[in-house]
Structure formats: structure tokens, C-alpha cells
């Protein structure tokens, strides 16, 4: 029989528990995913070092908004925070929303309703309860965090929603300001639910950004990693044609090859592939082909690489720098940026604060000094300034 004592009793202890798995569960849980490879403190170059002092670092792709920890402040795990990107001299990132991602994340053939992963997170994490069942209100919630995060601290994180804005927070950056510039982006249209009126929404709250598909195929088409291998669905090439009028960037990385060829037929502007690797260089079924992303630079997209084992095979500065020497030769410099996958359940093989150590191994593997700016950042700021709204 069930006293008031025993029930206050038991209350406290289903609290208590609530609270160790919500304070201390989503700590243990990052430190499992988010992992830095072990090495020796990297040996940077004089040369290397000062040269990273001169770039304007930006990066395609980092998925911290998935987590709890407060990126204010700087953390010994996970991949990405505020003072560890300014030790990394990060000018521009892209800070991208997951609201659906597979167990296991299985690059090869994912049946929609199979599984996911972020209903757990977010529930170990404390998420609103209507997160547990809807990625719009997923994406909504990582959204609502990082501008919450801007909020505290304007002369630190400012949300980039137009060309001119980003122009003169770099500008600021340059003559001294301690602001990175910081563009919304999500992993996946399936974050809208079918609705072009949740797109708008989002673009309202300052979504720029815009995946088609993710691991599962969706409304909006076929995913790389789904089953169909289609493209674009009559409601995908409508949310394209929204998405162009409104000058948000589409985002291919995960698209099926078929949906990146339907994309680029229908002539719109500024797709980047956020973060990928070469197949021609890396052949897993994580990359798209050497053919597609030929097209997807003739188009003047962007490709960011990546820095985990299924992008580049070769988790390391030296893999990484080769992947990149590799797409210069096959797209051109131009057409070549950072694409990360921080914080998005890799094993890297620095975190953001070492980011100088690949400026100083492009310098060890011979790239031009002009290349390196490119790479590392200047493209990536000039494409957000070319195709992100004007005002």
C-alpha cells in the first residue's frame, strides 16, 4: 500500500534520476560521439602559424546546436565552442540544425521509420516534449538556441541573414573585433513537414541554409543513403524554386545523385555541398561521384570536405589536405572550402581551436599561398556574400 511518505519518496527519486540522466547523460553521451583521434600536440611551422593569422577561416558544417553544452564557454570535449573557434581564427561557420539521423548511421541504404537517434537525445537532454515527435519543432528548437546564444552575447555571435551583414562583421573582425560571423542552416527539408509554410517560417527566423535530404529519402526527394535512389519529387522542385526566390542556399550533401542533377537542371543559384568528400579520392558511398561534382562547380558551387574516415578515407591533417589537393586539381581552388562535420557524431582529427594545423600542411604539400586563402575561407565568405539575400 502506497503511503503519501512512500510517494514522495518515490517522486524524489524518479527527480533525481531525471535530473543525473539530463545534467550529467548528455555529457557522457557527446563525449562517446564527438571525439577527437589522440595525438601529440600538433608542431605548427612559424611560417604555418603566421600565415593562419592572416586567413579569414570559415567552415561549411557544424552540427553543436544538436547539443547541450553551453558554446560560450570553452569545453574539453566536443569539437566546436566559441573561444575554442577563436583560437582556430574562425571568421564565418555554418551552424546546421539534425532533427532525424539513423542508429548507426548507415551510409548505404536507410528505410524511412527505421530508427532514429535524436528522439533519445532529445529526451535525455531535456528538449520541449513536442521535439520528441516532430523535427520541425526539432529544427525550431536548435534554431530558437542559437539565436538565444547571439542574444547573450552580441559582440561575440552575430546571425548572418543577408551579403551586406556578413561584409561588415568580417569587416569588424578584420580591425580587431572579436565577432564570428554565424549562418543558420538545417540537415534535411524534412525539418519543414511538407509545408512551404514552415519554410517561410524558418527563413523568418533566420534559417539561410537549407539540406534537401539527409539519411532517409523524404518528401522532397531521393537521400544518397535512402532506398528509392530517386529525385526531386513535384514538392522538392517546389520548395527549390522557394528557396531560389528567397535566396536561401541549397544545400546537396545527401542528396541523391539523381536530386543534384534534377537541382542543377532547374538553373538555380549558389548550392553548395556542405560537407563531402571526392569518390574519385575516396571511394565510399558516403561521397558523391568526381562527375557530379564537376557539374555541381560548373554550376559556380561550393564544395566543402570533410574531415572524418568516410569523407577522405584518411582521418588526418595529411588525408584531409590531400582530399582537398584533389579537388582542387579535378573543380578548381575557387570551388573549394572546409566542410567540417563537427559535432556531428565523428571521430576528427583536431578540434576547432587546432584548425592552423592544416594551413601548415598545405604549406608542407606544396598548395599556392592563393589557394590556401581560398580553401580556408575567402571562398566561403564570398559565396554567402554573392548569393545570400541583399538586405
Not at 524534412?190 to 534537401?212: E, Q
Not at 522532397?220 to 535512389?229: C, D, F, R, T
Not at 561534382?293 to 584531409?320: H, Q, R
Not at 582537398?324 to 567540417?340: N, P, Q, T
Request: with cysteine; aromatic share 6%.
Amino acid at each position: 500500500m502506497f503511503t503519501a511518505r512512500k510517494v514522495f519518496a518515490l517522486f524524489l527519486v524518479v527527480a533525481l534520476f531525471w535530473t543525473v540522466v539530463r545534467v550529467l547523460g548528455p555529457a557522457r553521451v557527446e563525449r562517446g560521439l564527438n571525439t577527437v583521434i589522440p595525438h601529440e600536440p600538433y608542431v605548427i611551422s612559424e611560417e604555418g602559424r603566421a600565415m593562419h593569422e592572416r586567413l579569414l577561416v570559415a567552415d561549411l558544417h557544424a552540427d553543436s546546436s544538436l547539443w547541450n553544452r553551453d558554446l560560450l564557454e570553452r569545453s574539453d570535449y566536443g569539437h566546436v565552442d566559441i573561444p575554442r573557434m577563436l583560437e582556430g581564427n574562425i571568421y564565418l561557420q555554418v551552424f546546421t540544425s539534425v532533427t532525424e539521423s539513423p542508429r548507426g548511421q548507415n551510409y548505404e541504404r536507410n528505410a524511412a521509420g527505421g530508427g532514429d537517434n535524436i528522439t533519445l537525445l532529445a529526451a535525455i537532454q531535456g528538449w520541449p516534449i513536442s521535439t520528441l515527435v516532430s523535427n520541425t519543432d526539432r529544427a525550431a528548437h536548435q534554431i530558437r538556441q542559437m539565436r538565444e546564444l547571439a542574444n547573450r552575447a552580441p559582440h561575440t555571435l552575430e546571425i548572418i541573414t543577408s551579403g551586406p551583414q556578413l561584409r561588415a562583421v568580417i569587416n569588424q573582425r578584420r580591425q580587431g573585433a572579436q565577432l564570428i560571423a554565424a549562418v543558420l542552416g538545417t540537415e534535411g527539408g524534412h525539418a519543414i513537414d511538407g509545408s512551404l509554410k514552415t519554410l517561410h517560417r524558418f527563413y523568418g527566423d533566420g534559417l539561410r541554409v537549407m539540406g534537401l535530404q539527409h539519411f532517409f529519402d523524404n518528401e522532397l526527394g531521393g537521400s544518397l543513403h535512402g532506398v528509392s535512389g530517386e529525385g526531386l519529387t513535384e514538392f522538392g522542385r517546389e520548395v527549390v524554386r522557394t528557396m531560389d526566390r528567397l535566396d536561401m542556399i541549397i544545400d546537396l550533401a545527401h542528396s541523391s545523385e539523381q536530386v543534384v542533377h534534377d537541382v542543377l537542371e532547374m538553373g538555380v543559384r549558389g548550392v553548395i555541398v556542405s560537407h563531402t568528400g571526392f569518390k574519385g579520392h575516396c571511394d565510399t558511398p558516403r561521397n558523391l561521384s568526381d562527375e557530379t561534382l564537376l557539374a555541381i562547380a560548373k554550376a559556380d558551387g561550393l564544395i566543402g570536405v570533410g574531415f572524418w574516415d568516410a569523407a577522405v578515407c584518411d582521418p588526418s591533417p595529411a588525408g584531409i589536405v590531400s582530399a582537398i589537393r584533389y579537388g582542387i586539381e579535378l573543380v578548381g581552388a575557387r570551388h573549394i572550402a572546409l566542410g567540417s562535420d563537427f559535432d556531428g557524431t565523428i571521430a576528427a582529427p583536431f578540434d576547432v581551436s587546432e584548425m592552423s594545423v592544416l594551413t601548415d600542411e598545405m604549406l608542407r604539400q606544396g598548395l599556392p599561398e592563393d589557394h590556401i586563402f581560398q580553401v580556408m575561407g575567402t571562398n566561403a565568405i564570398a559565396h554567402f556574400e554573392r548569393y545570400l539575400p541583399r538586405k
